[in-house]
């Protein structure tokens, strides 16, 4: 059974970190782009960041460039989102996709979706507050 399953997510102050995961079940990440997303209530599904699937070029949105980093262990079949310095506007329910068909990151940043499909996790909930 093909599954992605986000988790890490949860209550923060301003200014902490959060690390969330992506774990795959069923096919090997390595294979795919990844990509995570975040969408807070009322608002449009944002894409956050982007790791290819071939030679590891990682895509930042503006909003979060320089503060969170994507990462890929190879080993346990996951993706990771570091998040740090985190900002009340960063609360949101978070998705990764894993994404086939072409790399997922472009020379000048995402290009998702990437051409042939993806698989989607349930989400985990980030909440910045004090």
């Known amino acids: 059974q093909v599954q992605l399953v986000e988790s890490g997510g949860g209550l923060v102050q301003p200014g902490g970190s959060l690390r969330l995961s992506c774990a795959a079940s069923?096919?090997?990440?390595?294979?795919?782009?990844i990509g995570w997303f975040r969408q807070a209530p009322g608002q449009e599904r944002e894409k956050i960041s982007c790791?290819?699937?071939?030679?590891?070029?990682?895509y930042y949105a503006d909003s979060v460039k320089g503060r969170f980093t994507i990462s890929r262990d190879k080993m346990k079949n996951t993706v990771y989102l570091q998040m740090n310095s985190l900002k009340p506007e960063a609360t949101a329910l978070y998705y990764c996709a894993a994404g086939w068909g072409g790399p997922g990151v472009s020379r000048n940043g995402s290009r998702w979706p990437v051409g042939g499909g993806d698989y989607w996790g349930r989400g985990t909930q980030v909440t910045v507050s004090s």
């Open positions: 069923g096919f090997n990440l390595d294979y795919y782009a």
């Open positions: 790791i290819s699937s071939s030679d590891g070029s990682t």
